[in-house]
C-alpha cells in the first residue's frame, strides 16, 4: 500500500491536545476528492465528487446542509451518505494513480478507472464515481 501526501495535525482540545493523522488525495481527473483521518476516538475515510449522476436522491435524516456528492465510512459501520457543510480536496492534493491504493486506520482506498472505493476491516464502505455511487 502506499501513502500519499501524509500531514500530521494538533488539535487542541478542551481536555488536552490530540494528534491525529490525515492523508488527503485525489483521482486522476481531478473529480473524486478524498480524505482519511484517524485520530484516538477512530478513523473516517470521506470522498467527494465534484460532477456526477447521482444515484442517491433522498435528502439523509436530520441533514441541514449539503449532502448527496459526499460519501464516507467510518473504520466501524457501514459506509454512508455523508451531511457536510465543507468540501474536501484543493490546490496540491495528491494523486492516487489508478491501481494504487492507500490505507489509514483500518481503512483503504483503491482507485481504478472506474472509480474510487473505500472499505474498512468487515468490507464496509462505499463506491464512487461519475457514474455512479454505492454504499455497502
Known amino acids: 500500500m502506499m501513502r500519499v501526501g501524509v500531514a500530521v495535525a494538533f488539535l487542541g ?3 488536552g491536545v490530540a494528534q491525529a493523522d490525515i492523508i488527503q488525495f485525489r483521482s486522476p481527473t481531478g473529480n473524486i476528492n478524498c480524505i482519511m483521518v484517524s485520530d484516538p476516538s477512530g478513523a473516517t475515510a ?4 465534484t460532477e456526477l449522476t447521482p444515484s442517491y ?4 435524516a436530520g441533514c441541514k446542509f449539503d449532502w ?7 473504520n466501524t459501520g457501514k459506509g454512508y451518505l455523508a451531511c457536510v457543510s465543507d468540501a474536501v480536496g484543493g490546490a496540491g492534493v495528491a494523486v ?3 491501481g494504487q491504493a492507500v490505507s489509514l486506520g483500518g481503512i483503504s482506498c483503491v482507485s481504478a478507472e472506474t ?3 473505500c472499505t474498512n ?10 457514474a455512479k455511487q454505492k454504499l455497502f
Open 13 to 15: 482540545l478542551a481536555a
Open 46 to 49: 470521506r470522498c467527494d465528487l
Open 57 to 60: 436522491t433522498r435528502r439523509p
Open 68 to 74: 448527496g456528492r459526499s460519501f464516507a465510512v467510518g
Open 96 to 98: 492516487l494513480r489508478y
Open 115 to 117: 472509480g474510487m472505493t
Open 121 to 130: 476491516a468487515k468490507g464496509h464502505g462505499f463506491s464512487v464515481s461519475k
